[in-house]
């Protein structure tokens, strides 16, 4: 099963317990009550009676809700492993490509600076990193290349550093997260109904 629907499912059970578990607080208030101004010990024999049943009744439904409500907390932490290490992977990409970037930025200052013909949109991608480190490569690779026009030696040409650039595409962490199946499977699925069923036929 998978993440969000295993979340979905488990966090609907918990409120099933709840409110179940409110209404027989709110019943226990008035059996409490009752108690209180019953006519006879008899009266107050059985108010206690039921009184005890649904103290019981609540403690049920309060253990089985823990059950869920520990699972969800089992099921938030695996949301958070997967969510965590698709966004270390995409960081770590981007680190990886930030310095390929880098190096390839200052290997087109290097060839501009020793002389070389560079293609436009190379020269263009140093010019838009630092337009300073762009304006003295220009400036040394201007002299440099006067020199080799002297000594009759030939004008390098270099080809692109890029070529087609493909924009890489990121798995978005909360689908990855909520579509990763659930390393466990939960606690048995109990109606607050069935669960109380329990409690009655032991208190009989």
Do not use: C
């Amino acid at each position: 099963m998978k993440i969000k629907e295993a979340q979905q499912i488990y966090r609907e059970q918990v409120r099933a317990y709840q409110e179940q578990k409110h209404t027989l607080s709110e019943r226990l208030k008035k059996v409490q009550e009752n108690r209180k101004i019953a006519q006879n010990d008899e009266e107050k024999a059985m108010f206690s009676k039921d009184a005890a049943v649904l103290e019981l009744s609540i403690k049920e439904l309060d253990d089985k809700q823990k059950e869920y409500q520990d699972y969800l907390s089992e099921l938030t932490d695996q949301y958070g492993a997967y969510w965590n290490a698709t966004v270390s992977g995409q960081q770590a990409d981007a680190y990886k490509e930030y310095a390929e970037e880098m190096g390839k930025i200052m290997e087109v200052a290097r060839r501009i600076m020793k002389g070389a013909r560079v293609p436009q949109a190379d020269e263009k991608k140093l010019m838009d990193f630092s337009y300073e480190l762009y304006q003295a490569a220009k400036t040394t690779g201007e002299m440099v290349r006067r020199q080799k026009e002297r000594e009759g030696k030939e004008e390098e040409e270099y080809d692109t550093l890029w070529g087609d650039e493909e924009e890489k595409e990121y798995e978005d962490p909360q689908e990855v997260a909520e579509n990763a199946t659930a390393a466990a499977d939960g606690p048995e699925l109990v109606s607050p109904e069935e669960t109380l069923a329990g409690v009655f036929v032991a208190g009989e």
